[in-house]
């Protein structure tokens, strides 16, 4: 019994295809959406390649997956990756009539083609591709052919889409740029903290805690030492080592005693 | 196998971004779900290719693609700009334009 | 008879109507600044009318009898595929006589109104007026077809109504003038369709065209034909139904009561009918509905005018009775026509000099009009009492004064038809004798009934000499007409005369008649020259308030045509402002719902446009794949 490759192929990366399709639509988080696509479109350029179209899958993997869904990522990041949607839905109806119309499409769009295509048959791109000598070849002389003003306006439409999106992605600065000597000379501005390096937390030969503030020459505290979480935190984290050592000798005079 | 198969996978996929793109909020998910529903057609069309015996059909669909990375340029960059203003990426978020 | 064109004198025919139409025009386009002689021009014009009047009657007279229809083509109006009007004028003896009435008397009355209206501010308007009318009436009488005599017509209508309210200022004249010109306007329906009847019937509406192939059309038609003239001469002659509205007409100035109202306007109808004389002969049932109109209303207005205490509305009532007194001749067909004419100009000449006579009262007595405020005239204004003494002896047809020589010839003639149409004329002629003693007796004769403040004086010469020219006429004009005229042969050939033998002689019906008038001047001299006239009216029997009320003549107009065309007005108003406005602002409010339902659907939500955009695809998808199947 022979079994069809092709097939085998198809149930497998096809079944993937939609299981991916679905986790897209349907997950939580945008990153996960992310990587079902991203799922989608390899198992789709291997279907491309059992279609005897090895240049367009290798173009899908390179271009579509690697190109536009990094992009998709990016832009993910600067927008939250942990940005999730809430499930509620807030338009009346959306979701039913949203399902119901989709189903409706699937139904009827398969049906109709369907019907049209019972008997259409398989030429098979062996011919084709072998017209000029490989697949590449064969689209190339498409392309520089027969399709040359499309080739040469979407060269035009990708100039004017790179163009567009530094146009829209430009900012208006509102306010002079700050320049690397106005913000030294505000460092040293009286009143504006440390000029050099902030302390370290005081360590001390009794107490290395991180939570120990340095003390500064008048004799006060330096509370800008204890870094920012620890700070931030509790204030009661903060000990004076000052304070316990003598509480400490205090005590341990009366236990002397 | 009859390449007819292709077709239904198509129109599989093809509703479920469609789907996508009516139920989902966050706009960079709708986005990917026109991206999806555009490779559904690039899909339909390589199987046509395959059935009509002329490589016209990847033609097509290599420019769909190049069409496709720049529609996601574009559109992703006004995300970003909406973004910027309303620190909000919801695509119900701009409805201004209404009664 | 044949109509020649017009040579020698008679090409200046044109000028009868041109000269009053230039005087009119001059005066009221002039304005103000022909204050001063204005008057004078407008009596000049209507005079010269007069001299050349005389003039062409001279010349046909001079004429034989077949060739005195002179026809003159002023201008070529409407040619219109095979119908042709032209503005054409046709002298006959008809259109002679009525021309002669018209501007003789008309240039008396318009010298009497140079003293009448002396004190008006506007009297150079009613001069205007006064010769747009002279002028139109004469388009009336010589016009050679239908169309250009409707113009006339019309004319005629216009001038009355800007003269019965030329007191603008009295809303009881602006409404009565309104009144007239729309009862006339009735008329004029009528006028207009047996226009259009001819034209449809033969093919032409010229006088000669349509009495030469009269014979040639279906009697409906002619009757058709002649019911429709007969309302047009109903509304302008003021015959039952169209009478109401020649009472009120009375609230215009003296002078245009007697113009307009007795010698002229009213007599078109008469003329009308006695021009259309070849249709009434074929169509009988016609000329007996004009009898019986003519009758109705011989007897209406003699019984109105019996009971009115206003001089000049129990004149009035005198005009429609006598009006139809010639209406009844000209029904009785060939037999009466010419005696319809006759009467017609003596009842002319002696009813102007009547209303002429109730001016000058009414100028002697302060503008009153009540003769229960009158009484014992006689001394005080001489000329006055004499020339109105001439023109009652001749309205109730004592011999030899002119009115009897007309007014028995027609009663002979009603005679000659039948007892019962006879009969009722010599009541009507009692009845006439009555009213008028009455009239006299209250004005001239009894006790002295003046208010405190009157002083009544006779009136200035250039009043009183129009006065005693027309009692002049009042009493020689009946003989000089029949005798020395030969009044019925002259009009013979335009009507036709014919005579039919009548059981008893001539003279038994002039007795039978006289008995009647002097048995009603009796009644009347006793009732009021011997018994005291109260001061305020007694409320009298039913007949008398009736009268008074012109026989409800107002009530039966206001309940018929009045209050329908009121509520129906309403009704189309509620009509308007519920149904249509209702609806437009209803659509528009539908229009307005349903687009603010319709906006809701964008809300603004791309989801939602999307989740449209993909129902649509569905859609589409559904049709292509129905379609296929």
Redesign the interface.
């Known amino acids: 019994m022979t079994i069809d490759g092709e097939l085998v192929v198809f149930i497998i990366c096809g079944g993937l295809t939609v299981i991916g399709a679905l986790g897209m639509v349907l997950s939580r988080k945008a990153v996960h959406s992310a990587l079902f696509i991203a799922m989608v479109m390899i198992n789709l350029a291997i279907l491309y390649v059992a279609n005897s179209a090895p240049f367009l899958g290798m173009v899908q993997i390179i271009v579509y997956t690697g190109a536009v869904m990094m992009l998709f990522l990016f832009v993910l990041m600067v927008v939250g990756v942990d940005s999730s949607d809430s499930l509620i839905e807030t338009i009346r109806g959306q979701r039913l009539f949203g399902i119901l119309f989709g189903v409706a499409l699937a139904v009827l769009l398969a049906g109709g083609i369907g019907t049209a295509l019972t008997d259409k048959g398989d030429v098979g791109l062996d011919a084709a591709n072998e017209e000029f000598g490989g697949n590449v070849e064969g689209i190339a002389n498409l392309i520089f052919s027969d399709y040359l003003f499309a080739f040469q306006a979407t060269a035009a439409l990708l100039i004017t889409a790179g163009l567009g999106a530094v146009i829209l992605t430009h900012r208006e600065a509102w306010k002079p740029k700050v320049t690397q000597k106005e913000l030294s000379v505000a460092r040293f501005m009286v009143g504006a903290g440390h000029p050099g390096n902030k302390p370290n937390p005081g360590v001390y030969a009794r107490h290395n805690a991180v939570n120990t503030p340095a003390i500064l020459p008048d004799g006060s505290l330096a509370l800008d030492s204890v870094p920012e979480p620890v700070r931030s935190r509790d204030d009661s984290l903060i000990i004076d080592h000052r304070v316990v050592s003598t509480v400490v000798e205090l005590v341990e005079g009366e236990d002397q005693n | 196998m009859d390449p007819v198969y292709y077709i239904y996978l198509a129109t599989v996929l093809f509703s479920i971004g469609a789907v996508g793109v009516l139920v989902r909020r966050n706009a960079i998910i709708v986005f990917m779900s026109v991206e999806l529903m555009l490779n559904a057609a690039n899909l339909v069309f390589v199987a046509f290719a395959r059935m009509n015996g002329n490589l016209d059909g990847q033609t097509v669909a290599f420019f769909v693609m190049v069409v496709a990375a720049a529609e996601v340029v574009v559109g992703l960059a006004i995300i970003v700009q909406v973004f910027r203003t309303r620190q909000s990426a919801s695509i119900d978020e701009p409805n201004l334009l209404k009664y | 008879m044949t109509v020649m064109p017009a040579e020698g004198l008679f090409s200046l025919m044109w000028l009868l109507i041109a000269l009053p139409l230039a005087g009119a025009a001059i005066l009221l386009f002039t304005g103000r600044r022909s204050n001063s002689w204005g008057p004078y021009l407008g009596v000049m014009t209507v005079c010269a009318s007069a001299v050349l009047g005389v003039l062409l009657l001279i010349e046909m007279m001079g004429l034989p009898t077949e060739e005195r229809a002179i026809t003159q083509v002023a201008y070529q109006w409407v040619f219109v595929g095979n119908f042709t009007v032209d503005l054409a004028f046709q002298l006959d003896q008809l259109s002679m006589v009525f021309i002669l009435l018209i501007t003789i008397v008309g240039s008396l009355i318009h010298i009497y109104s140079l003293g009448y209206m002396s004190h008006d501010p506007d009297k150079r308007k009613f001069f205007g007026y006064l010769n747009l009318f002279v002028a139109a009436m004469l388009l009336l009488v010589m016009a050679n077809n239908y169309l250009l005599l409707y113009v006339g017509w019309e004319g005629v209508g216009l001038a009355s109504y800007l003269l019965i309210g030329f007191w603008q200022h009295k809303a009881t004249a602006a409404a009565a003038a309104k009144k007239a010109f729309i009862i006339n306007r009735i008329g004029d329906v009528g006028l207009s369709l047996a226009i259009m009847l001819m034209f449809v019937t033969f093919g032409s509406v010229t006088f000669s065209d349509v009495f030469g192939s009269a014979t040639q059309a279906s009697e409906g038609t002619l009757t058709a034909i002649g019911l429709l003239l007969l309302l047009a001469a109903a509304g302008k002659s003021a015959q039952f139904p169209l009478q109401a509205w020649l009472l009120d007409a009375m609230e215009g100035p003296t002078p245009v009561s007697a113009l307009i109202h007795a010698a002229t306007m009213v007599t078109a109808g008469v003329y009308l009918i006695a021009r259309s004389n070849v249709i009434y002969n074929n169509a009988e049932w016609a000329a007996m509905a004009v009898i019986v109109v003519a009758l109705i209303t011989i007897f209406m207005g003699a019984i109105i005018g019996s009971a009115k205490d206003d001089i000049k509305k129990a004149l009035a009532g005198s005009t429609m009775s006598q009006i139809g007194y010639m209406m009844l001749a000209v029904g009785l067909g060939p037999i009466g026509y010419v005696f319809a004419i006759f009467h017609l100009v003596t009842h002319g000449v002696f009813k102007a000099g009547l209303f002429l006579g109730a001016g000058s009262v009414m100028h002697g007595m302060d503008d009153n009009v009540n003769m229960r405020r009158y009484g014992a005239l006689r001394s005080v204004m001489v000329i006055t009492f004499i020339t109105f003494m001439a023109g009652y002896l001749a309205i109730i047809g004592i011999p030899p004064f002119s009115g009897f020589w007309s007014k028995d010839e027609i009663i002979h003639a009603a005679f000659e038809r039948g007892w019962f149409i006879g009969g009722a004329a010599v009541l009507a002629a009692g009845i006439t004798g009555f009213y008028m003693t009455r009239m006299v007796a209250m004005t001239f004769f009894g006790k002295k009934r003046w208010e405190s403040d009157v002083h009544p004086h006779e009136s200035p010469a250039v009043m009183t000499i129009p006065l005693i020219i027309l009692g002049l006429g009042s009493t020689f004009l009946g003989m000089a007409l029949l005798f020395w005229g030969d009044i019925e042969s002259w009009l013979e050939p335009v009507v036709g005369y014919e005579s039919e033998p009548t059981p008893l002689p001539t003279s038994a019906y002039i007795g039978i008649t006289l008995t009647f008038v002097i048995a009603g001047a009796i009644i009347g001299w006793i009732s009021y020259a011997r018994r005291e006239v109260p001061v305020d009216a007694p409320s009298g029997n039913w007949l008398t308030r009736a009268a008074r009320r012109d026989l409800y003549g107002d009530a039966v107009n206001h309940a018929l045509v009045v209050a329908p065309t009121n509520y129906a007005a309403r009704a189309l108003v509620w009509c308007d402002a519920r149904a249509i406005d209702g609806f437009v602002n209803g659509s528009a409010a539908v229009v307005g719902g349903l687009s603010g339902r319709l906006?809701?659907t964008?809300?603004?939500?791309?989801?939602?446009y999307?989740?449209s955009m993909?129902?649509g695809?569905?859609l589409v998808?559904?049709a292509?794949?129905l379609v296929?199947i």
């Open positions: 906006r809701r964008q809300s603004g939500f791309i989801r939602s999307a989740l993909v129902g695809a569905v998808l559904l292509l794949l296929r």
